[in-house]
């Protein structure tokens, strides 16, 4: 097995499990060295593929709490984000406010979105970059430190400037749901974005395809009831409807 052979299973090994011993590491590759495995985890650690922690490695996606690293994430799941963005782009009305949260699938909303006369605000440097090509849209940026995982903006000072802002809609990326604990993230400071996003907006629309069902992390971002739309890739599980269905939660 070469080097980039091996570091990509690596990286594929961690992101399915999330979060790994590295012991468990070596289990998987018992004809390589603890070494050059620790050698491997550092130069992925370094290109933000994982993220190395005391005693093993975590998915960027465990750890971050969205769609992780942009640029690796963009050739993932495409058809699916795709489609959601297309069903997502008619909800856009014009002359309105609207919040657009980090993420591929937010990004891809916006290149398909119509150039409208609508107030776009945003934390995301990718999504700054795809508004600035609508002539129509006004943007607006909410700024403070930023990650370079996500590429985004966030801290105290952007929850501040969030806090005082109401939006008409909000469109914001789910990574993992499960029934009894609503939507969470891996990121304490992406979860309270979230929140306060959710909190301050007429209408809430969660973006996210059939895999982050039956999925948990760390920080709490609301419940499915505070959800108004769900946008997905139409392969969500029977069960997750008829929760959709008991909360009044529109589904598309």
């Given at each position: 097995?070469?080097?980039?052979?091996?570091?990509?299973?690596?990286?594929d090994l961690i992101n399915s499990e999330g979060n790994i011993s590295?012991?468990?590491?070596?289990?998987?590759?018992?004809?390589?060295?603890?070494?050059?495995?620790?050698?491997?985890?550092?130069?992925?650690?370094?290109?933000?593929?994982?993220?190395?922690?005391?005693?093993?490695?975590?998915?960027?996606?465990?750890?971050?709490?969205?769609?992780?690293?942009?640029?690796?994430?963009?050739?993932?799941?495409?058809?699916?984000?795709?489609?959601?963005?297309?069903?997502?782009?008619?909800?856009?009305?014009?002359?309105?406010?609207?919040?657009?949260?980090?993420?591929?699938?937010?990004?891809?909303?916006?290149?398909?979105?119509p150039d409208a006369h609508i107030q776009a605000f945003t934390c995301?440097?990718?999504?700054?970059?795809?508004?600035?090509?609508?002539?129509?849209v006004q943007t607006f940026v909410i700024g403070g430190r930023l990650?370079?995982?996500?590429?985004?903006?966030?801290?105290?000072?952007?929850?501040?400037?969030?806090?005082?802002?109401?939006?008409?809609?909000?469109?914001?990326?789910?990574?993992?749901?499960?029934?009894?604990?609503?939507?969470?993230?891996?990121?304490?400071?992406?979860?309270?974005?979230?929140?306060?996003?959710?909190?301050?907006?007429?209408?809430?629309?969660?973006?996210?395809?059939?895999?982050?069902?039956?999925?948990?992390?760390?920080?709490?971002?609301?419940?499915?009831?505070?959800?108004?739309?769900?946008?997905?890739?139409?392969?969500?599980?029977?069960?997750?409807?008829?929760?959709?269905?008991?909360?009044?939660?529109?589904?598309?």
């Amino acid at each position: 097995m070469d080097l980039d052979t091996r570091r990509n299973a690596l990286v594929d090994l961690i992101n399915s499990e999330g979060n790994i011993s590295f012991a468990n590491i070596h289990r998987h590759f018992p004809n390589v060295s603890e070494m050059t495995l620790r050698t491997d985890l550092k130069a992925l650690d370094l290109e933000r593929r994982i993220v190395r922690v005391h005693g093993g490695a975590r998915s960027v996606d465990y750890v971050v709490g969205i769609d992780g690293l942009q640029d690796s994430k963009k050739t993932r799941n495409t058809e699916a984000k795709q489609l959601i963005a297309q069903k997502a782009a008619t909800l856009i009305r014009p002359n309105s406010t609207v919040f657009f949260d980090s993420g591929t699938t937010t990004e891809e909303l916006i290149a398909h979105m119509p150039d409208a006369h609508i107030q776009a605000f945003t934390c995301n440097v990718q999504n700054i970059v795809a508004l600035a090509a609508k002539k129509k849209v006004q943007t607006f940026v909410i700024g403070g430190r930023l990650s370079p995982f996500t590429m985004c903006f966030n801290g105290s000072q952007t929850l501040k400037q969030l806090e005082q802002l109401s939006f008409d809609q909000s469109f914001v990326g789910v990574s993992a749901y499960q029934s009894n604990v609503g939507f969470t993230c891996g990121s304490d400071e992406e979860a309270a974005i979230k929140r306060c996003c959710v909190e301050n907006a007429g209408q809430v629309i969660a973006l996210f395809d059939s895999s982050k069902i039956d999925r948990r992390s760390t920080f709490h971002v609301c419940s499915l009831q505070d959800v108004d739309v769900v946008v997905s890739d139409g392969n969500l599980p029977k069960e997750f409807l008829d929760e959709c269905r008991h909360a009044d939660v529109e589904v598309l």
